[in-house]
């Protein structure tokens, strides 16, 4: 079978969408599923280091108030998709909700295929922190008719979670939904190192280091973590926040970090290799903290715990199907002085760290992204299958 993925980002792009499709790519090919992915071209020289088989690349523009993303241009897009036509794709599934959508139910259209979409991103949240002066519930029900018109234009839809379900449930969407993970590659497990991380941070040798990892952006919630963590630094003088990865808010973070005068005690460590140094920072850590109020799944939690580093997090959208009893987590609610007193316990308690680090580590290896693939193979077939397979909008 050959699928054509199309997505609006993907690496040297970091994040939990690009994170996705590698690695479906990569699990996908072990069930004989062969995939062609068309995404942006951004810098010359990063996108040749990220590059890889099976990766055509697209001419881009800036995308304005974010100097991340790069927008395909849509002339340039059409050419390159017009030019597969011919290749012979069973299916076409779509990652990301903006241009690379409407391009791939275009195709998807034309050469009579079905298409399939993966709901990534909780795309309400994501209007209000990046246009804010829209008022809120107008941008909600311009988040929800938008959601609803791109579902309707494919035949089946990819929940990361089943929360996510709920929430397209909840929109009056009414396009088949299928909750599928992610999951966990084989090299998540591979241990990091801890001490060259903690000595390439320049670490005091007694430092307590509390790490958040992921999209340095608004809607991840990371005020509050800083928030948290004063409260954590009156209780233990040792604690360090590290904050790694990139994203729009990181100005206004430091600025926060100032005024709260923790500067000497917050280390932003940017984006970090996946192969080596982020799972040295995963390692590192005495303790994961999340707060992401948007998240379709979070696999970030998952990574934590597979380097056996304990988490503490609060449980919204995606993230309440990852933070189950059982998981290797502590779970509780966005009020800073309770969430600060479980990192505190987690911290000053060898006996609780050690049994959240076992427990996580077992949980994890049952998210095998290997299994995940099998299940989105088995669905390609089936939608392959049906009658009426091409179902797009007109």
Request: with cysteine; proline share 6%; charged share 20%.
């Amino acid at each position: 079978m050959r699928v054509l993925f199309i997505s609006d980002v993907y690496f040297p792009r970091v994040n939990g969408v690009s994170t996705s499709i590698r690695t479906f790519r990569q699990d996908l090919a072990g069930h004989g599923v062969e995939t062609q992915l068309v995404a942006p071209c951004y810098d010359a020289a990063a996108a040749a280091a990220a590059d890889e088989p099976g990766v055509l690349r697209v001419a881009s523009a800036g995308v304005p108030r974010d100097p991340e993303d790069r927008r395909m241009r849509w002339g340039a897009l059409t050419r390159v998709l017009d030019g597969l036509l011919p290749s012979g794709f069973d299916l076409v599934h779509v990652h990301t909700p903006f241009i690379a959508h409407y391009a791939g139910v275009r195709f998807a259209r034309r050469a009579g295929l079905p298409c399939v979409a993966t709901y990534h991103t909780f795309f309400e949240e994501y209007l209000h922190h990046y246009l804010p002066v829209l008022p809120r519930g107008v941008g909600r029900w311009l988040a929800r008719s938008f959601t609803r018109s791109q579902c309707d234009q494919v035949r089946a839809l990819i929940a990361p979670s089943e929360p996510m379900r709920s929430v397209l449930l909840e929109y009056g969407v009414t396009t088949p939904i299928h909750v599928l993970p992610t999951g966990l590659p084989a090299d998540r497990f591979r241990a990091g190192d801890a001490r060259a991380f903690r000595a390439r941070v320049g670490l005091a040798p007694d430092a307590r280091l509390v790490t958040y990892i992921g999209r340095v952006a608004h809607e991840k919630n990371i005020g509050f973590l800083l928030q948290m963590f004063a409260e954590v630094r009156r209780r233990v003088p040792q604690a360090v926040l590290v904050i790694a990865g990139e994203g729009p808010a990181r100005a206004a973070l430091r600025q926060q970090v100032a005024s709260l005068g923790l500067a000497p005690q917050v280390h932003f460590a940017g984006y970090l290799d996946r192969d080596t140094a982020l799972l040295d920072c995963y390692a590192a850590a005495d303790v994961f903290v999340f707060a992401s109020r948007t998240e379709t799944q979070g696999l970030v939690l998952l990574e934590a715990m597979a380097q056996g580093t304990p988490v503490v997090s609060t449980a919204e959208l995606g993230t309440r199907s990852i933070l189950v009893p059982g998981s290797g987590a502590l779970v509780v609610q966005e009020e800073q002085n309770a969430f600060a007193a479980a990192v505190v316990r987690v911290l000053e308690e060898p006996a609780l760290h050690q049994e959240l680090s076992q427990r996580g580590r077992a949980y994890a290896r049952s998210w095998s992204s290997t299994a995940m693939a099998g299940r989105l193979a088995e669905l390609y077939e089936t939608l392959r299958s049906a009658p009426g397979a091409a179902r797009v909008a007109a």
